[in-house]
């Protein structure tokens, strides 16, 4: 199908950007830069094997992991080990929910994260959310998220951060599983808002949208 513009023939401006356009006939997606990052994505989206991948050629990383593996749950201790293994030997484990304070030390060495999912679980945990009423735990749950999110702004690290969008899928059926979808999609939206980038992987491709 083709579509014809008229333009004036004194419009030079006009057209002289279709003839530009026409030429390019495309628009090539934008790249990573070397400052903070997010990445989204669902469950097996290649969302943690991209954040790795931006660090790959780099013998020294921080890795961040904020997941805290049960005795009791072997599937768990199995996930958490395939994550381990694939890490190269040079990078740092840090297993630790004190995302803020890494995030602000003096250094030159990158950091990933992996993931802000788990680390809000944990934080909705100490401070009671699944127990208590809203009116109990709202004012902790904002000061730590206002300081993770200040400490992502401030930081003069390269960072990656990697969470999950579960705000596209089906209607948690129970209070607490609708509680943590929505303050989920509340964190990544803040986190995003105070990150230089924004990408979001599907089927193992990511793709920067800011």
């Not at 009671?128 to 200040?150: N, S």
């Not at 599983?177 to 939206?189: I, M, Q, T």
Request: aromatic share 6%; glycine share 10%.
């Amino acid at each position: 199908m083709q579509f014809r513009v008229d333009i004036s023939d004194d419009d030079e401006l006009a057209t002289a950007l279709l003839a530009a356009l026409a030429k390019r006939g495309s628009v090539e997606p934008m790249g990573r830069g070397h400052g903070t990052a997010l990445v989204l994505g669902g469950a097996r989206s290649g969302k943690s094997r991209w954040a790795e991948a931006q660090f790959e050629s780099r013998d020294a990383v921080d890795y961040v992991a904020t997941s805290l593996v049960p005795e009791n749950d072997p599937e768990w201790s199995a996930r958490v080990e395939l994550h381990r293994a694939r890490r190269p030997r040079g990078w740092s484990t840090l297993e630790t929910m004190e995302i803020s304070a890494i995030l602000r030390e003096d250094s030159d060495t990158p950091v990933l994260v992996d993931c802000l999912a788990l680390w809000l679980a944990r934080v909705l945990d100490d401070v009671g959310a699944w127990e208590l009423g809203e009116d109990q735990w709202r004012e902790e749950l904002t000061g730590r998220t206002d300081d993770l999110v200040d400490a992502i702004q401030r930081t003069r690290r390269e960072v990656v951060l990697v969470s999950n969008e579960v705000g596209s899928g089906v209607v948690p059926g129970t209070a607490s599983g609708r509680l943590y979808r929505d303050e989920l999609g509340r964190l990544n939206a803040r986190v995003a808002a105070g990150c230089d980038e924004l990408w979001l992987c599907i089927g193992g491709v990511a793709r920067r949208w800011r």
